[in-house]
């Protein structure tokens, strides 16, 4: 559907608390479930809390781990907000003017926070890193907002399709000055060609590359545009079990397409190789469609509250260490007792960390305050 054509009427036009428990769930896994997990791993020699411990770190290269299904989750839920977000702004009467300026207007407050937190502040331009977390999401939002208002759902589907197939031809056709074409190495790839002759300022810890380099992008926004198309199907007047299972299909489907395409396209997370992206987002297809069905189509919503509460304010807790030290906070309070927990006291600190951010989100969802960016 052309958004701003507002062909059909949806017959679902309110916020889904299964997207918001995703989101949540996400958001938690990153900032505190990991943690614990880990600290779990440097705390007892078994193997399956080391093999869950393992999953909490990024792959150097090729390979997946659960961790780097946390990224691209994320911008996929953003993108299946997406449609639903236009269309109530449609309905309230907004003009195609007046929607592209809020579109662009969130992105590069997005952008301006993630420099923000890459020390803009500091004002040491040379040896800052321009790049990171919120300047991807910006960016894809503000592409796949654009072309989600400006074109039909096929077209959306057509170039989601395009900026893989894009990307993958870029990587493994175009020669690299000293490595040739078609170098999927961190040193001899042409991401990291093009992000070390034209990206200012420092990369990430220092590497060769950068984790959120220019053409990373195009995979970004596929992945946002995949979201926006399964917001579009949430939105439909099919049945809901319908929706649940189409997800579900759709998702097994794309998780093949990614592990046939890692056989000429590795799945790498720093690149965020095709493959890669086709593999999360059927990841991210299934578990929204299992989040919908529980929640939305079945009405288990008990169990997903706590995950709602940070869903509904994700990007709050992930800038509130800028200003709120969460480690100091729970020092603060335990001290003077983990001293006598012996080993635990890694594990037990970690929980007090994740509990006091779910503890101020949950503060904030009391008194109805939502970062609105």
């Known amino acids: 559907m052309d958004m701003a054509q507002g062909n059909d009427q949806p017959a679902i036009a309110t916020r889904l608390q299964s997207l918001d428990a995703l989101r949540g769930l996400d958001m938690l896994l990153l900032v505190g479930i990991s943690g614990v997990i880990v600290a779990l791993g440097k705390t007892y020699d078994n193997s399956v809390i080391q093999v869950l411990a393992g999953q909490m770190r990024h792959t150097p290269w090729q390979g997946f781990h659960l961790l780097d299904l946390v990224f691209p989750l994320f911008i996929f839920a953003g993108g299946a907000s997406i449609p639903f977000a236009l269309s109530k702004r449609l309905a309230e009467g907004y003009s195609r003017t007046r929607l592209h300026m809020h579109i662009l207007r969130r992105s590069l407050l997005l952008f301006f926070l993630g420099l923000v937190q890459n020390g803009l502040l500091g004002f040491d331009f040379s040896n800052m890193h321009y790049t990171g977390v919120l300047q991807r999401i910006a960016v ?15 077209k959306q589907t057509a170039i989601a399709g395009s900026l893989l197939v894009g990307y993958w031809l870029l990587m493994t056709l175009v020669p690299v000055p000293g490595h040739g074409a078609g170098v999927i190495t961190p040193e001899g790839n042409l991401h990291t060609y093009l992000d070390q002759r ?4 420092k990369f990430y810890k220092g590497e060769c590359f950068d984790e959120d380099g220019l053409l990373q992008q195009m995979s970004s926004i596929a992945v946002c545009l995949a979201g926006a198309l399964a917001g579009h199907w949430l939105r439909s007047r099919h049945a809901p079990e319908r929706k649940a299972c189409g997800l579900l299909a759709a998702g097994v489907a794309c998780i093949a397409v990614g592990l046939l395409w890692s056989l000429s396209f590795p799945i790498i997370f720093r690149l965020w190789s095709s493959s890669y992206a086709m593999l999360t987002i059927g990841i991210s297809a299934m578990l929204l469609g299992l989040f919908y069905g529980l929640i939305d189509v079945q009405g288990y919503r008990r169990w997903a509250f706590p995950f709602v509460v940070v869903g509904v304010n994700a990007i709050t807790i992930y800038l509130a260490p800028l200003l709120i030290d969460f480690n100091k906070i729970v020092d603060f309070f335990v001290r003077g007792f983990i001293g006598h927990l012996g080993s635990f006291k890694v594990v037990f600190t970690a ?23």
Not at 140 to 154: G, Q
Not at 363 to 371: E, G, N, P, R, T
């Open 140 to 154: 894809a939002y503000l592409f796949a907002a654009l072309i989600v208002l400006n074109t039909s759902v096929w």
């Open 198 to 201: 034209f990206l200012p300022g």
């Open 351 to 373: 929980i007090c960390i994740l509990t006091a951010k779910w503890l101020f989100l949950y503060f904030l969802y009391k008194k109805k305050v939502f970062l609105k960016v």
